[in-house]
């Protein structure tokens, strides 16, 4: 119930490709989902958000898709670059304060993405 | 920067010690919460705090605790070490619980000898 399944676990794009991760959900009371960038030594970064009232987010070459019927949304990077090389974590949490899932995030296991020159 | 500090960044230590973590939230989070990121389990929940309060837990073992202090920095204590109690742990903060964003820490790297 409170799994986040991620995909892939790798990803090789050349410089100037799109970068696709997706990501599926199973708990229904998960309302926030964010996209976290990880360098090595380095803590998760937030990328991007969305919450369920919207379908599609977008912030400078990273967008965001979110299909509610379907549980899933994916990241999409335009243009990947080689400073995008890093591993990219979704996650997901409840904005119910009732509910075992408020504010804490489940995480997927991460994708780790290589762009080449 | 994320503006969340944590301290020590690396750790070494021995099965059965004790150690302490610390987090210094960004300046106006009132919520602090810890994960502990390791290959095999990915990055987990432990515990989170809201103003001093305990608000939820995770899969926290018994042998760990928590606490955050009235200015709000937050110290996470693990005892009993095991071999596999090695891993990353990261605190996070936010203004509040719920939706807020949260930003994380550079991490204290724990290694059990």
């Known amino acids: 119930q409170q799994q986040v399944k991620q995909s892939p676990q790798s990803l090789i794009v050349q410089k100037g490709g799109i970068s696709i991760i997706n990501c599926a959900y199973e708990n229904t009371a998960f309302d926030y989902f964010p996209w976290y960038q990880q360098f090595p030594g380095k803590g998760p970064a937030l990328l991007i958000a969305i919450r369920p009232d919207v379908s599609e987010k977008k912030e400078g070459r990273f967008t965001i898709s979110f299909n509610k019927s379907a549980k899933q949304f994916s990241l999409h990077i335009m243009d990947s670059q080689p400073g995008d090389s890093a591993t990219y974590f979704c996650?997901?949490?409840?904005?119910?304060?009732?509910?075992?899932?408020?504010?804490?995030?489940?995480f997927g296991q991460g994708t780790i993405l290589t762009v080449h020159p | 920067d994320s503006g969340v500090t944590q301290t020590p960044k690396h750790l070494i230590t021995a099965t059965g010690q004790r150690v302490t973590l610390r987090c210094s939230p960004r300046s106006g989070d009132l919520s602090v919460y810890w994960y502990q990121q390791s290959l095999d389990q990915g990055l987990q929940f432990l515990i989170q705090y809201y103003n001093g309060e305990e608000r939820a837990k995770g899969n926290i073992l018994e042998r760990f605790s928590a606490q955050q202090f009235p200015d709000l920095h937050s110290e996470l204590n693990l005892s009993s070490l095991e071999l596999g109690d090695s891993a990353l742990y990261f605190c996070?903060?936010?203004?509040?619980?719920?939706?807020?964003?949260?930003?994380f820490g550079d991490g204290t790297r724990l290694s059990i000898l």
């Open positions: 996070a903060s936010s203004v509040e619980g719920g939706l807020q964003p949260q930003h």
């Open positions: 996650a997901a949490s409840s904005g119910n304060a009732g509910g075992t899932s408020y504010g804490k995030l489940t």
